[in-house]
């Protein structure tokens, strides 16, 4: 960034490219969770896209804040995926008690 | 306890702390510091009432680690993407078992939860038996999804100082 607070060029593609990157991830899991067959085929469209969508955007924000906005910005994808990879598995393991649950009644 | 114990049972809860005030100046952008701090010890009583805590890292492993890390979640997400998009479908699901060779739960569980941004596959339990097992949920059944989970696998062991990695003796 110059002394007038404007990014270089550079920094701009750069940036635009790191976003616009992040919006192909976070179109592409939101059309895997309406094309993918079952309901643990759309988890890997959620945890695994959505997790690169969202560092692409934090990587292509990150030009425009501080030292420290930065910092909280990285935190924040670092907690989503953390979060995002455990409830993924938490989630799968409710679907596949319940399909398991319901197999049973049925036999 | 032996001071050194002392010691690294004190550095071990610091850590935790920092760990938990960086999740809490980036939750709250930095703010509600005087709500934060019993919080915290309310958090460090727990951890030490439920045993948990850190588990020891061989610092040498983790840059190698963390280069693997990024790079498979880069292919994960670029997997999914290309499979979803194209227009003929490009997946074939299955369930399937995978042997676990780390030894402590912890481990195992970090292993569970990191399978999930793997290439093609999600992990939904692990099934504690002679090996343990953990059932994975694979997107594609054609891909080789198994040397994948092993490589990770392989990673952890280096990282964690608790296991054994392949190939070497405690």
Known sequence: MDSAGQLSVLSTVLSSLLLITGLFFFIAGSIGMLRFPDSFSRLHAVTKADSLGLGSIVAGLMFYGDLWQNLLLLLIWLLVLASGSVSCQLLARFAKAQQDRVQQDKT | ?170
């Open chain 2, 1 to 170: 306890m032996s001071l050194s114990q002392s010691g690294a049972v004190v550095i071990c809860y610091s850590a935790i702390s920092g760990i938990f005030a960086l999740c809490w100046a980036a939750l709250t952008g930095g703010r509600g510091w005087w709500f934060f701090l019993p919080l915290c010890l309310l958090l460090l009583l727990w951890c030490n009432l439920a045993k948990l805590s850190l588990p020891p890292v061989r610092f040498n492993a983790v840059p190698g680690f963390l280069l693997f890390f990024s790079r498979q979640l880069v292919l994960g997400a670029w997997d999914v993407a290309k499979r979803a998009l194209s227009p003929a479908p490009r997946w074939a699901p299955q369930w399937q078992p995978y042997s676990i060779s780390l030894t402590q739960a912890a481990s195992q569980r970090l292993l569970a939860s990191m399978v999930s941004l793997l290439p093609g596959t999600c992990a939904v339990n692990i099934e504690v038996g002679q090996p343990d097992v953990l059932l994975l949920h694979v997107l594609d059944s054609n891909t080789d999804w198994h040397k994948a989970v092993a490589a990770l696998e392989q990673q952890l062991a280096w990282l964690l100082r608790d296991e054994t990695a392949k190939g070497q003796t405690a």
